[in-house]
């Protein structure tokens, strides 16, 4: 989805005001990877104030974004409403040397504003680190592989996990070896 704001006739000269509203489907793909597609969910509403060599631009974003479950893999809605207050640099295409990479600010460039990198900050600082559908969330069994939250398996799930194996077995020596 494409959130490039030609903004270079509305925010032509100091003092100008620009209302921007939008929506979008926000997804978190893996990691810190946030999707923008055409669609509900996400609403935002930001208020774009040209000033000397800059453009200050504040507002609200709000609504909801779909995240994955780490213990089911499923989608669930997680909700958010931030604040955004954000000041972006007004580059002249003279600005700008050959190779010059401005990665670090946000810019206005050749009148363009592109509230992507801005909106996606602003969303992934309001994310939980622990992405969970819910506490009482149960699962994948990890040995059959069904989803315990709509069915139970017999399997014997007191069964360690590979990778904890080295240490459980440590916790036994030190049982064991205990006086
Ligand atoms: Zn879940
Ligand atoms: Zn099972």
Known sequence: MDLNIDVSNDLSSVGKLKRVDGNAT????????????????????????RIAGAVEVSGTVSGSVTLTCYRCLKGFGFPLSVRLRE????????????????????????????????????ICLALPSKRICGEQCKGFCPACGIDLNLEQCNCDTRKIDARLKPLADLKKRMEENAP
């Open 87 to 122: 000041h972006v640099l007004w580059l002249n295409e003279d600005d700008l040397e050959p190779g010059d990479e401005r990665t670090d600010e946000y810019v206005v460039n050749g009148g363009i504003l592109d509230l992507a990198p801005m909106l996606r900050d602003a």
């Open 26 to 49: 926000v997804v978190l793909e893996d990691g810190y990877n946030l999707e923008f597609l055409s669609g509900e969910g996400v609403d935002w509403s930001l208020e774009m104030r």
